[in-house]
């Protein structure tokens, strides 16, 4: 519950000897120099530690960078999904017009097949057809 403070004092020896008073307050300038290089590695320590789980957030292999890329990536994914679901949409309402209704049915004749009704004339321009308009006509090989 309570935290014991342990506090460094300078001991203090009478002694008759100068040389074991300058042994001592040599004792005690090295410790305190220990203490102080100590709590600098420490504080190193943390602060190094603390770059390097920065650095593994960020660009790591789950990090910030790698999620940004798989969001923009699910995006793309998710628009294109819809794209298509619409697509679908409009395949699905033509086949059910083509089932059901007789003037779809004619359209698609006469667009797709050049079907005509009697005294009717169709133009084509080149590549209208789908060939290739460079290409001779089916009949150009036909003997006469």
Do not use: C, W
Not at 62 to 69: A, D, L
Not at 98 to 120: C, D, F, M, V, W
């Amino acid at each position: 519950m309570f935290k014991r403070v342990i506090e460094y004092r300078p001991i203090i020896i009478r002694a008759a000897d100068p040389r074991v008073t300058r042994a001592v307050q040599l004792a005690e300038r090295v410790i305190h120099k220990l203490y102080n290089v100590r709590t600098k590695i420490a504080t190193l320590a943390v602060v190094g530690l603390a770059i390097m789980l920065a650095v593994h957030v960020i660009f790591g292999a789950n990090g910030m960078v790698v999620y940004q890329g798989k969001r923009s990536e699910y995006r793309a994914v998710q628009k294109e999904v819809n794209q298509l679901q619409q697509e679908k949409q409009q395949l699905s309402d033509q086949i059910k017009a083509l089932k059901t209704n007789p003037s779809a049915i004619e359209k698609e004749a006469r667009e797709q097949l050049h079907y005509a009704r009697p005294g009717e004339i169709i133009y084509l321009t080149p590549g209208q057809n789908g060939t290739n308009p460079n290409a001779p006509p089916p009949n150009a090989r036909a003997k006469k």
